[in-house]
């Protein structure tokens, strides 16, 4: 391996399931990237400060997921202010002084539900707590919610989000996980719970048409709640649109390269 050939990869734990190899790997076969490639490591959270100081200079940056967004952000020298501000990196940029966090699922989150034309968001109802609940509360923070509802099986998990909140300058109200039906009336749903957790949700929903679900999830599916939402007319977005949205990013800081999106797009489709 010389320093020419650089190197990128997914962090995580599980990670076999990851479709980042494909969307960045594509990018890089057609922006004529010959000398990159991209791989998935598992990677436990306390692996994760061993793993970057063993890096050799060929290691460009490594997408971040479960569970270690927040151990990206504490291990990085620097930081964008938008990770500061949740809490939480999904990447890590290899610069000259050391490793850069950021978290490109904030913009990505933006970028996905402008998309399908939500300009605005008033009321926004997120369900889960964890890493991507932080980045939910501020793509709803820049579509113009004043107040998130955040629904969540932990309480002391949602006491963790209220200082993002306050960074984020919106307000920020409970909602019990055995009364989240009641919250599914809002403007935007933003689904970050694992797999499953939602699903019994589905046969209770009683959604607005008008309502946009984004579902955080992408394998498998449509999700049963996902399945319920469109049923009812709602626009529903999936985690395969966060993923290609945020992976754009990450490509970019990466590279320095514009993203060759449909590229990337097309090879996410494929795999699917």
């Known amino acids: 391996m010389t320093v020419s050939a650089r190197r990128a990869a997914v962090l995580g734990k599980p990670i076999a399931h990851s479709l980042s190899p494909v969307i960045h790997n594509a990018g890089y076969a057609a922006a004529g990237l010959t ?4 791989t998935a490591i598992e990677c436990a959270e306390a692996e994760l400060p061993d793993r970057l100081a063993a890096c050799g200079p ?6 971040v997921t479960m569970p270690l967004k927040e151990a990206a952000l504490a291990v990085a020298g620097a930081a964008s202010p938008v990770a500061v501000a949740v ?13 850069y966090a950021d978290n490109t699922d904030v913009p990505g989150m933006v970028e996905v539900l402008r998309a399908a034309r939500v300009a605005s968001a008033p009321a926004v109802t997120v369900l889960g707590a964890g890493g991507t609940a932080r980045a939910a509360l501020a793509g709803a923070a820049e579509l113009g919610a004043a107040t998130v ?10 006491d963790e989000l209220r200082p993002v909140a306050e960074a984020l300058g919106i307000g920020l109200t409970v909602g019990a996980w055995t009364d989240a039906v009641a ?3 809002a403007d935007v749903v933003i689904s970050t719970v694992p797999k499953g957790v939602a699903d019994p949700l589905a046969p209770q929903a009683s959604w607005r048409p008008a309502t946009v679900l984004f579902d ?11 399945e319920s939402a469109a049923a009812a007319g709602c626009p529903v977005l999936s985690g395969l649109d966060l993923l290609l949205a945020q ?3 990450q490509f970019e800081q990466f590279t320095g390269v514009t993203a060759p999106v449909e590229a990337m797009r097309a090879a996410l489709r494929a795999a699917r």
Request: aromatic residues 14%; hydrophobic residues 50%; without cysteine.
């Open 35 to 38: 000398d990159w490639s991209y």
């Open 183 to 185: 919250h599914l009336d």
């Open 58 to 63: 060929e290691w460009a940056g490594f997408s």
């Open 149 to 158: 509802t955040v629904v969540a099986r932990r309480a002391a998990a949602v």
């Open 247 to 249: 992976a754009v990013g």
């Open 87 to 99: 809490g939480a990196a999904n990447t890590l940029v290899r610069r000259a002084d050391g490793w």
């Open 216 to 226: 955080a999830i992408y394998d498998p599916w449509p999700t049963p709640l996902a």
